[in-house]
C-alpha cells in the first residue's frame, strides 16, 4: 500500500542579507545560544545554532532556510536546510508572511 503524508504549515525563514536581522531576532526567540558572525575572508553573516553536542553548532549561511519544528521529533527546535531541499519540499503559503515575525 502507497500513502502520502498530510500537509502540514510549519514556521520557516530565509536568511539573508536583507532578511539577516528578523531572522536572527525570530531565532534567538525560540532557541537560546545563537549567534551571528562572519565566516571566511568575505566576511558575509552567517547564523552559528548550539547542538546537543558541547562546543558544537550548525551553521547557516545565506540562502538557507531555518525551519522551526514543533513536532518533538527532534532534539532541537531550528532545523537549517539549503534552499534547493527547502524548494524541492515545501511551497510558501503565504509568500508576505516570508518576513513576518
Keep these: 500500500m502507497k500513502v502520502t503524508r498530510k500537509?502540514?504549515?510549519i514556521e520557516a525563514m530565509q536568511f539573508?542579507?536583507?532578511?539577516?536581522?528578523?531572522?536572527y531576532y525570530w531565532a534567538s526567540k525560540i532557541q537560546?545560544?545563537?549567534?551571528i558572525s562572519g565566516t571566511g575572508s568575505d566576511n558575509v553573516p552567517?547564523?552559528?545554532i548550539p547542538t546537543d553536542i558541547s562546543n558544537d553548532y550548525y551553521t547557516c549561511k545565506f540562502g538557507d532556510w531555518?525551519?522551526?519544528d514543533t513536532s518533538g521529533n527532534v532534539a532541537r527546535s531550528l532545523i537549517v536546510c539549503p534552499e534547493r531541499?527547502?524548494?524541492?519540499e515545501y511551497?510558501?503559503?503565504?509568500?508576505?508572511?516570508?518576513?513576518?515575525?
Aim: negative net charge; proline residues 3%.
Design 7 to 9: 500537509p502540514k504549515a
Design 16 to 23: 539573508t542579507n536583507e532578511t539577516k536581522e528578523a531572522v
Design 32 to 35: 537560546k545560544g545563537i549567534t
Design 46 to 48: 552567517c547564523l552559528n
Design 66 to 68: 531555518l525551519i522551526f
Design 85 to 88: 531541499a527547502f524548494l524541492d
Design 91 to 101: 511551497d510558501l503559503v503565504d509568500k508576505k508572511e516570508e518576513t513576518v515575525l
